[in-house]
């Protein structure tokens, strides 16, 4: 979820319901365009947030590879969950434990193997 915070969001909306209403022409090709640049800033706004509450998916993910270090983890499949990009979540891995994703797999997963045999 994202906040529109400097109502660009809403601007289109109210754009696009005035295109509705008017219906001048070419209404409906610029629908489209409006609702295509929409998508657009929408996906930026939600690709530009930063979690309200750091450090908690960090953490989760740990917890997840501790519990069960023989399942495939994946930053990306991670980053997905938490709709964030895998360039954010490892730059917030990094930063909270002072390693990246594959460090921090790597180092999990040998003792817990060990534990395993």
């Keep these: 979820m994202f906040r529109d915070r400097d ?3 809403r601007a289109f909306l109210d754009r696009m319901r005035e295109e509705m209403e008017e219906q001048a022409v ?3 090709p ?3 365009v409006l609702l295509l640049d929409l998508l657009i800033q929408s996906v930026r706004l939600i690709g530009l947030q930063v979690p309200e509450r750091p ?3 960090v953490s989760w993910i740990l ?3 501790r519990r069960d270090v023989a399942a495939p ?3 990306t499949a991670y980053a997905r969950r938490f709709s964030m990009r895998p360039e954010a979540l490892s730059r ?3 930063r909270e434990t002072g390693e990246g994703f594959a460090e921090s797999l ?4 040998p003792p817990a193997l060990l534990r395993m045999l």
């Design 7 to 9: 109502g660009r969001i």
């Design 26 to 28: 070419g209404y409906y």
């Design 30 to 32: 610029m629908l489209r």
């Design 55 to 57: 450090g908690i998916e």
């Design 63 to 65: 917890e997840e590879i």
């Design 73 to 75: 983890h994946s930053l």
């Design 92 to 94: 917030m891995f990094r």
């Design 106 to 109: 790597r180092r999990q997963r």
